[in-house]
């Protein structure tokens, strides 16, 4: 069976808001692994100034530390990047993008319609976060049905099944990313909300943080429902958790 790994690859604080981590997982199985969003990066942390500017540090907080880096959590766990074959994102912002120049080899998993933004230089992206050329795998609509949501299985030669699930709204081409795990599921769901207070109710303060950094921000509360009804029907099946709650990390054993 795959195993998870659930590692802080970043820290992010703009008081008055709380910290908020940076949620990826690692896969590793008997095939290899996989990285589930990257974080901050080595080069982030070493020249943080050429690769994030100093108005985004301010604005999102961004911490650099090199022992939380992907790469670093990865090599403390006794593997090398280099065993990293392969990288599915969420989405491509600037915090969850800054580590795949550590995993220079790896085939990069998105949407299509999120390769497709980036590709189009929308303003919310960092251009020399992919400065080194990653290898895309892009994945576009699919009939696919995954709990009434659509699914598009991500061919990572894994044991787990792994399944991009469209969650639009945070931005055009933002997606969960479903693991499974024997009779479970796994849901990471990214950016599509901040913190997990937002799937009880609306009028928590950071719903009003969610909502301006959305691109679409009623495709975002669309998706918002949808989570809640999967939470609500499916906790037996599923686990959902997001990027950005420190809460949210499974208690160390």
Excluded at 25 to 36: I, K, P, R, S
Excluded at 162 to 188: I, K, N
Aim: hydrophobic residues 40%; contains cysteine.
């Amino acid at each position: 069976m795959t195993r998870i790994h659930h590692l802080n690859c970043g820290t992010l604080h703009a008081p008055p808001n709380p910290a908020a981590s940076c949620h990826c997982l690692l896969l590793e199985d008997a095939n290899g692994l996989a990285l589930v969003d990257t974080g901050i990066g080595l080069h982030d942390v070493r020249a943080p100034l050429e690769r994030i500017g100093q108005p985004l540090i301010d604005m999102a907080g961004f911490q650099f530390h090199e022992g939380q880096t992907a790469v670093r959590r990865i090599e403390a766990l006794g593997f090398r990047a280099a065993d990293v074959k392969h990288v599915v994102l969420t989405h491509a912002d600037p915090d969850h993008t800054g580590g795949l120049a550590d995993f220079p080899h790896a085939t990069v998993h998105v949407s299509e319609e999120e390769r497709a933004a980036l590709a189009r230089g929308h303003w919310r992206y960092l251009q020399v976060h992919f400065a080194h050329g990653p290898n895309w795998k892009t994945y576009p609509a699919s009939s696919g049905v995954w709990f009434g949501m659509e699914e598009r299985r991500v061919e990572l030669g894994l044991a787990a099944d792994v399944l991009l699930v469209p969650l639009f709204g945070h931005t055009l081409g933002h997606c969960g990313v479903a693991v499974r795990q024997g009779g479970r599921w796994a849901l990471h769901v990214g950016d599509a909300y901040y913190l997990r207070v937002e799937l009880e109710r609306d009028d928590h303060p950071v719903s009003a943080l969610t909502a301006q950094r959305a691109d679409d921000n009623a495709q975002r509360l669309e998706t918002l429902g949808r989570l809640r009804r999967l939470a609500r029907d499916h906790a037996d099946e599923i686990d959902v958790f997001g990027y950005h709650d420190f809460t949210e990390f499974p208690a160390a054993p």
